[in-house]
């Protein structure tokens, strides 16, 4: 099963999101970027890959135990920007502008209970919400033009749960399946 842990948001922040995104499509030109689904927008804490039933059923354990301890909290939509950088960039994301050090501290939470379960990934968490994944060449100007724009109508969103979530690769985008939910205090 491919899985990772994250967080899905109410329809306020997903509406702020969507303005980013279609502020971005706007200016990326045709075919250039594959737009995630409105639907499919989160916030990643961590990638986990492809694990077996018993690993699976250990992370979803380490799931429930580290959203234990936390309290929920309130983020909001920040700018866009771009990894690995805005002169190549692959991915176009929006940023988080209040929440980010309640995210860090959960994430970092998050990772020591699933290390401490045995379950290794790549452990670089940054706060952001992918909108887009570059596929082509982008128009002249693209990242001067995008990079920074913030929603007029920034979102708010309560982050209270964590999600162990399976993704399911299918021609149209993938599919999400939730398969642990754990609530934060």
Sequence with gaps: MR???????DSEFTEALKAAADYARANAGQGA??????GNFHLTYAFLGDLGEKAASAAAEAVRAAAGGQRAFDITAGAIGMFPSARRPSV???GVDQGAPELRALAARLAEFLAAAGIMFENRFEPHITVGRVKGPLPDGFARRVAGYSPSRRGRSRVASVELMRSELAP?????????SASLL
């Design 33 to 38: 970027v594959k737009w995630v689904a409105p």
């Design 172 to 180: 149209e985008g993938p599919v999400y399946t939730s398969m642990t």
């Design 3 to 9: 899985l990772f842990v994250s967080t899905a948001f």
């Design 92 to 94: 176009i994301w929006v």
